[in-house]
Nanobody, 121 residues
């Protein structure tokens, strides 16, 4: 079983950058598709980006071109580089893992505790 711990959240001005990291424990990390989701206050959790076990990235249209997801199968980590941040990117960002599916939250059965990202004007 994989366990996930996120880090790297914080407060940043609009237009700035942040890099989130997700550290995974467990020997089967390479067999998992990994993703980042976010949840703003009063809103549903939404898909941000995913990377398959074969290293193919997927992005929500709202972040494509601004965010980059990457995985390091040696260090068992997944990162999310966020550039040109907007006010609407504010939320709690969760790292998640699944062996089935890619972009739907319902497919993910392993979640981290979340890290807060706040974009200020």
């Amino acid at each position: 079983q994989v366990q996930l711990v996120e880090s790297g959240g914080g407060v940043v001005q609009a237009g700035g950058s942040l890099r989130l990291a997700c550290a995974a424990s467990g020997r089967t990390f390479t067999s998992y598709n990994m993703a980042w989701f976010r949840q703003a206050p009063g809103k549903e959790r939404e898909f941000v980006a995913a990377i398959s076990s074969s290293d193919s990235p997927w992005y929500d249209v709202s972040v494509k071109g601004r965010f980059t997801i990457a995985r390091d199968n040696v260090k068992n980590t997944v990162s999310l580089q966020m550039n040109r941040l907007k006010l609407e990117d504010t939320g709690v960002y969760y790292c998640a893992a699944t062996q089935v599916g890619l972009t739907a939250a319902s497919h993910y059965d392993i979640w981290g505790q979340g890290t807060q990202v706040t974009v200020s004007s």
